[in-house]
């Protein structure tokens, strides 16, 4: 039994057997262990390639984004690993980020509250999800925070907004149109 909250279908065993190939076909093997009782310890796959996709964005920081904001988005970066955050929400960051940046036309440090404010109608424009949005907007302040507020306080730029977004965004996206709904001629053929 694997470690309890992980699926059986993430987890590789680990073991000290040792396996070795019959006259060198791999599909006659036969496991020799060095003691009878075998040490199972399990390892979580990493499906994601979490470490291949930090390393690509990294670069994708330094190919894709001037000095100025080069060095701010990879001070983010540390922060976040120093802190043992999560690869894929850093990744999440960066790609928002350079995302926002090619928008904005402008380094980071010098966009004003207005600014901020024309990307956020461009997030909505963009007809964004309101998970997206809320995304793009808690990066957008954490990014902030860190960087230009020494992580005590939000800048100018970005406390004026909240990361939620308005009922009226959200409610879209949970309603259907009835077209979309299936007949009970429809649900019988299914069956």
Same mark, same amino acid.
């Given at each position: 039994?694997?470690?309890?909250?992980? *699926? =059986?279908?993430?987890?590789?065993?680990?073991?000290?057997?040792?396996?070795?190939?019959?006259?060198?076909?791999?599909?006659?093997?036969?496991? #020799?262990?060095?003691?009878?009782?075998?040490?199972?310890?399990?390892? #979580?796959? %990493?499906?994601?390639?979490?470490?291949?996709?930090?390393?690509?964005?990294? &670069?994708?920081?330094?190919?894709? +984004?001037?000095?100025?904001?080069?060095?701010?988005?990879?001070? +983010?970066? &540390?922060?976040?690993? %120093?802190? *043992?955050?999560?690869? +894929?929400?850093?990744?999440?960051?960066?790609?928002?980020?350079?995302?926002?940046?090619?928008?904005? /036309?402008?380094?980071?440090?010098? =966009?004003?509250? %207005?600014?901020?404010?024309?990307?956020?109608?461009?997030?909505?424009?963009? /007809?964004?999800? =309101?998970?997206?949005?809320?995304?793009?907007?808690?990066? +957008?302040?954490?990014?902030?925070?860190?960087?230009? /507020?020494?992580?005590?306080?939000?800048?100018?730029?970005?406390?004026?907004?909240?990361?939620?977004?308005?009922?009226?965004?959200? /409610?879209? *996206?949970?309603? #259907?149109? #009835?077209?979309?709904?299936? *007949? &009970?001629?429809?649900?019988?053929?299914?069956?």
């Amino acid at each position: 039994m694997g470690p309890v909250g992980f *699926e =059986a279908s993430v987890q590789i065993p680990k073991t000290d057997t040792q396996i070795v190939y019959a006259n060198g076909l791999r599909n006659h093997l036969i496991k #020799m262990s060095p003691s009878h009782s075998i040490n199972t310890q399990y390892v #979580m796959r %990493d499906l994601y390639n979490r470490k291949k996709k930090i390393v690509y964005w990294v &670069e994708r920081v330094h190919t894709d +984004l001037h000095d100025k904001d080069r060095a701010d988005v990879l001070k +983010l970066v &540390e922060y976040m690993q %120093d802190r *043992e955050r999560s690869i +894929l929400w850093i990744v999440r960051c960066i790609t928002a980020l350079i995302i926002i940046r090619k928008q904005l /036309g402008k380094s980071f440090k010098d =966009a004003t509250k %207005d600014d901020i404010r024309s990307i956020l109608k461009w997030m909505d424009q963009k /007809g964004y999800k =309101a998970s997206s949005n809320e995304k793009f907007r808690q990066v +957008l302040k954490l990014f902030y925070k860190i960087v230009y /507020g020494n992580n005590e306080y939000y800048p100018e730029q970005v406390k004026w907004f909240s990361v939620k977004v308005g009922k009226e965004k959200t /409610g879209k *996206e949970t309603s #259907m149109d #009835m077209a979309e709904y299936l *007949e &009970e001629n429809e649900i019988q053929k299914t069956v």
